[in-house]
C-alpha cells in the first residue's frame, strides 16, 4: 500500500523585544542563572504582569506578513500545569482568543508552490531551565522565564519533509526580514516541533500522530521527518498500532524515541487570566503597523531583478536571508556595477562564509570595504586574480583592501617600461615560442604572457604585457 | 449537574493534592454544593451576553519595552527551600516536562 504524510508544523519564535513579556527583566544574555529575574517572573504572591507592547506590534507585524486576520479582541490565558520550570505553576498563554488566524505562507518546494495555511498565531511566556546534574537534586535557572515567544501553528497541510524545510527556511527569513525574531535555529531562537502522521493514499481519514522535539537545525528536521514516516509506516504495516506521544528527535543515533505518552490526555484546564486584562488591535492600529512594515523577502526578490537588472537566480540567492540583501544593496549604492557587486557577494564572500561555518552578520568584510576592492580593480590597481587573494584576507582579517595590497606589496604593474624590459627578457629566453607567434601563431602569445607574469612574480598589468608583446613581435 | 468523586479525584491529581478516601467524600459533596450553587446561573437567559473575564472595563493595559533592574540573585533565591550555587534546587525530577 502507498502511504501518504499529514505534517502540521508549530514554532515557536523568540521575539526580539530588550524586556520579558510581563516584566521589566532582560531577555539578553546572562552570564550566571537567576541574574535577570525579579518577582513578576519568579511568580512571588502579590505581583501583576504588564503586558509588553512590543511584542504585541511584533506579533501583528507577523500577522500581517503571514498574511491572518488579526483578531480585534484577545486575551490571555492561564495554561496550568506542575513543573519545577514553571514558577507561577501555570504558563501565561492564548488559548480561545489568540491575536492572528487563518493566514497562509506560500513556499517552493520540489520546483512547485505550495500554500501551507496558518491556523493561529499566539503570544506566550516561555518556562525556565532545569539542570539535572549530580546535586542531588534538580537545578532550576529562571532567566528564560516570562521571555515572549511567539507560537506559529499550521494547518496540516504539509506533506514531506521537503516541504517542511521550505515551510521553516521561508518563515525564518520573514521573520528575520521583518526584524521580530533573529530565528537561529541553533541558538533556540526559532524551536520548531512537527506533528507527523500518515495515512493510505486517498485515505479521508487522519492517522494517529506523534509530535516530535529536539529538532535544532533544517537538516535535523529533515532527518527527523523522514525517520518518523518511515517508522509509521514500517509499524502499520507489522499491523502495530502508533501510539500518539510525544517523540525526541536523537541526533546521536539518528532516530527518534518515546518521550512521554499522551495516552492520559493533557487537561491543562486553561482559564481567562485574571490579572491581564484583554488586548483590543484595531483596524487603524494594524493599518498603522502595516504602514511601518518592512518589505518581505518576495517583493524584495521582485524589485532586485527590476531595480538591479539581476538574473533570478542572483535575486533569490541574495534576498535569501535579508541580511544579505541588506549587504548587496548597501555596496550596490556604492559601486555601479550591481552584477559585479552580486558576483562577488556569490562566489568570494558566499564561498568564505561556507568554508568558515560563519554567517553574514559574523562576517568582518563590510560593504565598503567591498566596494573599495572592485574599485581598485577597476582602476587597475590590481588584477582580478590578486583581488580574490585580497577577498580572502579581508574576510581573514577584517582590514580594508588598500591597506592589505600596500603591505604585501601587491599593486599591479602598470609601469610600461618595467614590463617592456621584461617582455623583451621573456623573448630573448624564448626565442622558439616568440617565432611562432610571429609566424601567425596566436596561442603563442598565451605562453609569453605568462612567462612574463612569472617573472613579475604577477603582478605586472596582462593588459598591458599582451599589448607590449604583440608591439614587439609584430613591429619587427 | 452531579459532581463525582472520580472528578474530584482527577482534579486533585492535576492539582499535585493527595487525599484520602475520607477527605475525596467530603470534598465531593462541598464542591459539589459550591457548583449547585452556582448552577443558579443557568436559569437566567443569557442569550447573546458575552463571557465576563473581567469585571472591570478595561484594555490595553500595557507597558514600553524598557529594561529594569533585576532584583538581584540574592533576593530572588532569599526564599528557596533550597539552593545550589546560583540555582534554585528541588527534588530531582525524571519527565522531561510537559509541552510549552
Ligand atoms: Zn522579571
Redesign the pocket.
Known amino acids: 500500500m502507498k502511504y501518504e504524510p499529514v505534517i502540521g508544523i508549530e514554532v515557536h519564535a523568540q521575539l526580539k523585544t530588550d524586556s ?1 513579556l ?4 532582560s531577555t539578553g544574555f546572562a552570564a550566571a542563572p537567576n541574574h ?7 511568580g512571588l504572591p502579590g505581583t501583576l504582569p504588564v503586558l509588553n507592547r512590543k511584542a504585541i506590534e511584533y506579533v501583528v507585524r507577523t500577522c500581517i506578513a503571514l498574511e491572518c486576520e488579526v483578531s480585534p479582541a484577545s486575551r490571555f490565558a492561564r495554561k496550568n500545569y506542575y513543573y519545577p520550570d514553571l514558577p507561577k505553576a501555570y504558563q501565561i498563554s492564548q488559548y480561545e482568543l489568540p491575536i492572528g488566524r487563518n493566514g497562509k505562507l506560500t513556499v517552493r518546494a520540489g520546483g512547485r508552490e505550495k500554500t501551507i495555511r496558518i491556523h493561529r498565531i499566539h503570544l506566550e511566556e516561555d518556562a525556565g531551565k532545569l539542570v539535572h546534574d549530580a546535586s542531588g537534586g534538580s537545578c532550576v535557572d529562571y532567566n528564560r ?2 521571555i515572549p515567544l511567539m507560537e506559529i501553528v499550521t494547518e496540516a497541510d504539509v506533506r514531506s519533509s521537503e516541504e517542511a524545510v521550505a515551510y521553516l527556511t521561508s518563515l525564518r527569513s520573514i521573520l528575520q526580514y521583518i526584524g521580530v525574531c533573529g530565528a537561529n535555529m541553533e541558538k533556540g531562537e526559532m524551536r520548531c516541533e512537527p506533528n507527523i502522521s500518515v495515512r493510505p493514499v486517498g485515505a479521508e481519514e487522519f492517522g494517529t500522530k506523534t509530535e516530535m522535539k529536539n529538532l535544532n537545525s533544517f537538516r535535523a528536521v529533515r532527518l527527523g521527518v523522514d525517520f518518523e514516516i518511515e517508522r509509521q509506516i514500517d509499524a502499520i504495516e507489522n499491523g502495530e498500532r502508533i501510539v500518539q506521544e510525544t517523540r525526541r528527535w536523537d541526533e546521536a543515533t539518528q532516530t527518534t524515541q518515546t518521550m512521554r505518552s499522551k495516552e492520559r490526555a493533557h487537561d491543562y484546564r486553561y482559564f481567562p487570566d485574571p490579572d491581564l486584562v484583554p488586548v483590543e488591535v484595531s483596524a487603524s492600529v494594524v493599518e498603522l503597523i502595516r504602514a511601518k512594515a518592512p518589505e518581505l523577502p518576495e517583493p524584495r526578490r521582485v524589485r532586485f531583478i527590476s531595480q538591479y537588472g539581476l538574473p533570478e537566480y542572483d535575486a533569490e540567492v541574495l534576498t535569501g536571508s535579508k541580511a544579505m540583501a541588506d549587504f548587496f544593496e548597501r555596496a550596490a549604492s556604492l559601486h555601479n556595477d550591481p552584477k559585479a557587486v552580486s558576483n562577488w557577494i556569490m562566489t568570494e564572500l558566499m564561498g568564505c562564509l561556507n568554508e568558515s561555518g560563519k554567517t553574514i552578520d559574523e562576517c568582518a568584510v563590510t560593504a565598503e570595504d567591498l566596494t573599495a576592492l572592485l574599485e581598485l580593480m577597476g582602476k587597475g590597481v590590481i588584477s582580478a586574480r590578486m583581488g580574490k587573494d585580497v577577498f580572502k584576507d579581508m574576510f581573514a582579517s577584517g582590514r580594508p583592501p588598500a591597506e592589505i595590497i600596500k603591505e604585501k606589496g601587491l599593486e599591479q604593474m602598470n609601469d610600461e617600461t618595467a614590463i617592456s624590459d621584461a617582455v623583451e627578457k621573456v623573448i630573448a629566453d624564448n626565442p622558439g615560442p616568440a617565432a611562432d607567434f610571429r609566424a601567425g601563431k596566436k596561442q603563442a602569445a598565451g605562453f609569453l604572457v605568462g612567462q612574463v607574469m612569472r617573472l613579475t612574480g604577477g603582478k605586472a598589468n596582462p593588459k598591458i604585457v599582451g599589448r607590449i608583446i604583440e608591439d614587439k613581435l609584430l613591429s619587427e | 449537574m452531579k459532581l463525582t468523586r472520580e472528578e474530584v479525584r482527577e482534579v486533585a491529581y492535576l492539582s499535585r493534592i493527595e487525599m484520602t478516601d475520607e477527605e475525596l467524600d467530603r470534598m465531593t459533596g462541598q464542591l459539589g454544593a459550591i457548583l449547585d450553587y452556582a448552577d443558579m446561573l443557568n436559569e437566567l437567559d443569557l442569550e447573546g451576553v458575552e463571557p465576563t473575564s473581567h469585571v472591570i472595563p478595561m484594555k490595553n493595559v500595557m507597558r514600553e519595552d524598557v529594561v529594569k533592574e ?2 538581584g540573585v540574592e533576593k530572588a533565591l532569599m526564599n528557596a527551600p533550597d539552593r545550589f550555587g546560583d540555582f534554585f534546587r528541588v527534588p530531582k525530577v525524571i519527565d522531561e516536562g510537559e509541552g510549552h
Open positions: 520579558k510581563f516584566c521589566g527583566c535577570h529575574v525579579c518577582p513578576v517572573c519568579l522565564t516570562g | 533585576s532584583c
